[in-house]
């Protein structure tokens, strides 16, 4: 990664973000009930565990008696569960399992409004990858110790994260993960969140929240949260596997389209352009090889085509209290669908850098749970823009921040997970430009 401008504050940036976090660090760590998190990952896994007093030795802690704020907490976080169950919550999507603390930890909620980890708190990845390592290296600048989860033998956020090998798709690997950590978030979306649900039942603090990441990795169930809630999107279909549902599909949004996939899809992967209906065969063919049985059937959406005239990007920070800050836009240009350099500020008009926040602002604002997003943008000939899709972590078109930001996308993330104040996300130069050099 090449930046065009480096930032000046960066060191005293980082000195003062020390002190806030060393000040903030007062309200004590929330750790989850392992007892729990065992009889979580013996409902998921269908595994016996030890049990009786052998078991009850190994986790059992000294519990403080709740005060009266926690218990009000417990009390609203009751009330919360009663209405994601009746369909009554904001945002709520049918299928999803409502996220409710089971009765054991109804004392000690989680992951809620306000709360505030201390520098100490060790923050757990899923994935530990590029973007890890940057998250690593950021919170390491921070007094911020990571752990991530990882199978490669040697990953690359090892180099300043301490590495546990397993697999972030693996339930057991997850459950087992989530006793040494403090507050668990991701680097990648493609994880078991059903696991991250169970750990969440169980009292582990799920940034952002698992029910968010299982929208958003479902890019169809991304589009109909999205479209709900009035974000600009293009026009889009399921597909099913029967000549019939494509014909249907292809009366409705026209040729050419997107083939797309709702699951594992990145950086191109999992998109086919259906020129005319005879391409379908060979789009359902190369979209759905990878896919279990079950993925299989109700796999694949399409979009209408949509003739942009730039692709935009916006990274965007949720806290835990539900406020939204957004980053400059950046024009991004992609070479075999993979980003291959941008452009920040993006060169467009005023009020379109305004709307191009503005909607990212709105989609963001409707998840739940704290941390970084990527969010990728259509600009349209008219002045429009169409949201194409949403990642809930930090993203290739975000790297930018490192040196032409105040606040990197990776600092950024450990403060919204960890609860503590957002920061400045205004450019510390003119422009920046980004070359993705990858090998």
């Given at each position: 990664?090449l930046g065009?401008?480096?930032?000046?504050?960066?060191?005293?940036g980082?000195?003062?973000a020390?002190?806030?976090?060393?000040?903030?660090g007062?309200?004590?760590?929330?750790?989850?009930?392992?007892?729990?998190i065992?009889?979580?990952?013996?409902?998921?896994?269908?595994?016996?565990?030890?049990?009786g007093?052998?078991?009850?030795?190994?986790?059992?802690?000294?519990?403080?008696?709740?005060?009266?704020?926690?218990?009000?907490?417990?009390?609203?976080q009751?009330?919360?569960?009663?209405?994601?169950?009746?369909?009554?919550?904001?945002?709520?999507?049918?299928?999803?399992?409502?996220?409710?603390?089971?009765?054991?930890?109804?004392?000690?909620?989680?992951?809620?409004?306000g709360?505030?980890?201390?520098?100490?708190?060790?923050?757990?990845?899923?994935?530990?990858?590029?973007l890890?390592?940057m998250?690593?290296?950021?919170a390491?600048?921070?007094?911020?110790?990571v752990?991530?989860?990882?199978?490669t033998p040697?990953?690359?956020?090892?180099v300043?994260?301490?590495q546990v090998?397993?697999?972030?798709?693996?339930?057991?690997a997850i459950?087992?993960?989530?006793?040494?950590?403090?507050?668990?978030?991701?680097?990648?979306?493609?994880?078991?969140?059903?696991?991250?649900?169970?750990a969440?039942?169980?009292?582990?603090?799920?940034?952002?929240?698992?029910?968010?990441l299982k929208?958003?990795q479902?890019?169809?169930?991304?589009?109909?949260?999205?479209?709900?809630?009035?974000?600009?999107l293009?026009?889009?279909?399921?597909?099913g596997?029967?000549?019939?549902s494509?014909?249907?599909?292809?009366?409705?949004?026209?040729?050419?389209?997107?083939?797309?996939?709702?699951?594992?899809?990145y950086?191109?992967?999992?998109?086919?352009?259906?020129?005319?209906?005879e391409?379908?065969e060979?789009?359902?063919?190369?979209?759905?090889?990878?896919?279990?049985?079950?993925q299989k059937a109700?796999?694949?959406?399409?979009?209408?085509w949509?003739?942009?005239?730039?692709?935009?990007?916006?990274?965007v920070?949720?806290?835990?209290?539900?406020?939204?800050?957004?980053?400059?836009?950046?024009?991004?240009?992609?070479?075999?669908?993979?980003?291959?350099?941008l452009?920040?500020?993006a060169?467009?008009?005023p009020?379109?850098?305004?709307?191009?926040?503005?909607?990212?602002?709105?989609?963001?604002?409707?998840?739940?749970?704290?941390?970084v997003?990527?969010v990728e943008?259509?600009?349209?000939?008219d002045?429009?823009i169409?949201?194409?899709?949403?990642?809930?972590?930090p993203?290739?078109?975000?790297?930018y921040?490192?040196?032409?930001?105040?606040?990197?996308?990776y600092?950024?993330?450990?403060?919204a997970?960890l609860?503590?104040?957002?920061?400045?996300t205004?450019?510390?130069?003119?422009?920046?430009s980004?070359i993705?050099?990858?090998?």
């Amino acid at each position: 990664q090449l930046g065009s401008c480096v930032s000046r504050s960066f060191a005293r940036g980082r000195e003062g973000a020390r002190a806030r976090a060393t000040r903030e660090g007062g309200r004590g760590l929330r750790r989850a009930d392992m007892a729990t998190i065992d009889l979580a990952a013996q409902r998921c896994s269908g595994t016996r565990y030890r049990s009786g007093a052998a078991r009850t030795r190994e986790w059992s802690k000294p519990r403080r008696r709740p005060s009266r704020n926690v218990l009000a907490r417990s009390t609203r976080q009751q009330v919360d569960g009663e209405r994601s169950r009746s369909g009554k919550r904001s945002g709520g999507r049918k299928g999803v399992r409502p996220t409710t603390a089971p009765r054991a930890l109804a004392e000690k909620p989680t992951g809620e409004a306000g709360v505030t980890l201390p520098r100490t708190a060790k923050v757990g990845v899923l994935g530990g990858g590029q973007l890890g390592r940057m998250f690593a290296l950021a919170a390491a600048r921070l007094g911020v110790e990571v752990l991530v989860l990882d199978p490669t033998p040697v990953a690359p956020a090892a180099v300043a994260a301490k590495q546990v090998p397993g697999s972030f798709r693996d339930a057991d690997a997850i459950l087992e993960f989530a006793k040494q950590v403090d507050v668990l978030t991701v680097e990648i979306e493609h994880i078991n969140t059903d696991a991250l649900q169970l750990a969440a039942d169980a009292g582990v603090d799920v940034q952002p929240l698992p029910s968010t990441l299982k929208i958003i990795q479902d890019k169809f169930a991304q589009k109909e949260h999205l479209e709900r809630f009035g974000v600009p999107l293009p026009p889009f279909m399921k597909v099913g596997l029967d000549s019939g549902s494509r014909q249907e599909v292809g009366r409705a949004l026209g040729f050419p389209m997107m083939l797309k996939s709702r699951y594992l899809a990145y950086d191109g992967k999992g998109n086919y352009v259906v020129e005319t209906e005879e391409d379908f065969e060979a789009g359902v063919r190369a979209l759905t090889e990878n896919l279990d049985e079950h993925q299989k059937a109700e796999g694949l959406y399409a979009e209408g085509w949509v003739p942009f005239v730039k692709e935009l990007a916006v990274m965007v920070a949720r806290d835990r209290d539900g406020n939204v800050i957004t980053y400059p836009v950046v024009e991004t240009h992609h070479k075999d669908s993979i980003l291959a350099e941008l452009e920040c500020p993006a060169p467009i008009p005023p009020e379109v850098q305004a709307r191009a926040r503005e909607v990212a602002h709105l989609a963001i604002s409707k998840f739940e749970g704290a941390g970084v997003f990527g969010v990728e943008l259509f600009f349209l000939q008219d002045g429009g823009i169409l949201l194409n899709e949403i990642a809930p972590r930090p993203h290739n078109s975000g790297h930018y921040t490192i040196e032409a930001c105040v606040t990197s996308q990776y600092e950024q993330h450990v403060r919204a997970v960890l609860g503590w104040p957002l920061g400045d996300t205004s450019l510390t130069c003119g422009g920046g430009s980004m070359i993705n050099i990858l090998g």
